[in-house]
């Protein structure tokens, strides 16, 4: 590859076109000797001690920088020489082959295992995802068969005990008919004691009602690791941020706060920046509260609240029929039977409905707090987006439409997108 020519012919080709070409021939062979990549000489522009011409040739014999006339009439007459531009061509062209046979094939290699080992790792994981799930399935749907047994079993309990108690109740009743219809008066006198002794017989019976015993607890499907999964998949979701459209609603929002323009952020409004605004049914005149403007009665539902570093706020859901007016309780996110929230006092996070609070064991301050809505499922989920942590869920047959609920009682609060 060193492409080896006579001394001769290759100085008097090589002359030449150093003449012809001038000053750009002179420039590149100035560049090229300053490339260390060539690994042959080691500084610009060297010269030869003895004739102080440029070092322009290699002489392959000594493996060493010469000027052309060392080639010609100096101590390398007669070896072996390549002009210094070709010799640095096939030194460049060697190390390319080395890369492409060392480097690149060691690459290649390592490449080739680390994606073995991440597709090992990839099935290992869904394999014990897989098993774990089905290990769950299996459970499940034991514990289904056991709770369905169960109340198969309370429904024929029930209906012996029923039909029992009408057969006993219809030959009373055709005992006592018997006895007013076919006995003599004087009969009946003597007859009174034993005539109340049945009806007080009958009247011990009862009357029947239904009960809890005779229904399918819903627990008996209830799985976390099912509902952890599940979340995680709608989570990470593309549409875990949920639909753009989703707003405050002007309408709904306190006197207490202040809607931005794009009708996305709640602010608390101190006493004196406060304004009056419009009377409006639908608003909350008492309470800090803003409802969202989309109603959610079908599919699965999710979007994130940016609550920042505010310190007092509550999130949720609520009905449309939710009281707006007054001071009372009705009014009062979390504290009636039609809103379920996420509220946060006083560094104390707690789920709330109906009055009744649940405190929760929140690790880190979260500065996103992420709600789903499955209606199928009738599941109201509240979670930590960054980590996909679920806060707290509660399941509840919601019997009419929901909407968002927010209330705010420092700094801001905002609906992402």
């Known amino acids: 590859m060193e492409c080896e020519q006579p001394i001769f012919s290759v100085l008097s080709g090589g002359l030449k076109q150093q003449k012809e070409a001038g000053d750009t021939s002179t420039s590149t062979t100035t560049n090229t000797t300053t490339d260390a990549e060539s690994g042959i000489f080691s500084g610009e522009c060297e010269l030869c001690v003895e004739h102080e011409s440029e070092l322009d040739w290699f002489c392959g014999t000594e493996q060493k920088l010469i000027c052309s006339h060392c080639a010609i009439v100096g101590p ?30 060691a690459k290649e290699q390592k490449l080739q295992t680390a994606a073995s080992r991440a597709r090992e790792q990839v099935v290992a994981q869904i394999n014990a995802a897989r098993e774990a799930l089905e290990e769950e399935e299996q459970r499940l749907l034991e514990e289904v068969q056991r709770e369905e047994e169960r109340v198969e079993q309370c429904l024929l309990t029930q209906r012996a005990h029923w039909s029992q108690a009408l057969e006993s109740l219809s030959q009373t009743r055709s005992s006592l008919v018997h006895t007013l219809t076919h006995s003599p008066d004087a009969q009946l006198v003597t007859s009174v004691q034993e005539i109340a002794e049945r009806v007080e017989e009958t009247e011990g019976v009862g009357e029947p009602c239904d009960t809890d015993q005779l229904n399918l607890n819903a627990a008996c499907s209830d799985s976390k690791l099912l509902r952890g999964l599940w979340a995680t998949a709608v989570l990470l979701g593309p549409n875990a941020y949920g639909s753009s459209h989703l707003k405050f609603d002007e309408r709904t929002v306190s006197p207490l706060l202040s809607l931005s323009d794009d009708f996305c952020t709640l602010t608390f409004v ?27 009665s079908s599919g699965t539902h999710s979007w994130v609240v940016d609550v920042g570093q505010s310190a007092a706020f509550k999130v949720g859901v609520c009905y449309a029929s939710l009281e707006r007016k007054g001071s009372g309780n009705e009014a009062r996110l979390g504290y009636n039977s039609q809103s379920w929230v996420l509220s946060h006092y006083d560094g104390d996070y707690s789920f709330c409905h109906a009055g009744k609070k649940v405190a929760l064991q929140v690790v880190k301050r979260p500065q996103r707090i992420g709600l789903l809505l499955d209606w199928p499922s009738q599941t109201l989920m509240f979670y930590e987006p960054d980590s996909s942590a679920v806060l707290y869920s509660v399941t509840h047959h919601f019997g009419a439409p929901l909407l968002l609920a927010c209330a705010v009682t420092d700094r801001s609060i905002t609906i992402l997108h």
């Not at 007669?78 to 210094?84: A, N, Q, Y």
């Not at 909350?284 to 969202?292: Q, R, S, Y």
């Open 76 to 105: 390398c007459h007669g070896h072996t020489v390549t002009p210094l531009a070709t010799r640095v061509t096939a030194v460049r062209a060697l190390r390319i082959e080395r890369f492409i046979d060392q480097t690149l094939t």
């Open 270 to 296: 101190h006493k004196k920046a406060r304004q009056s605004p419009p009377y409006d049914p639908a608003r909350f005149d008492c309470w800090p509260n803003a409802l969202g403007s989309v109603t959610m």
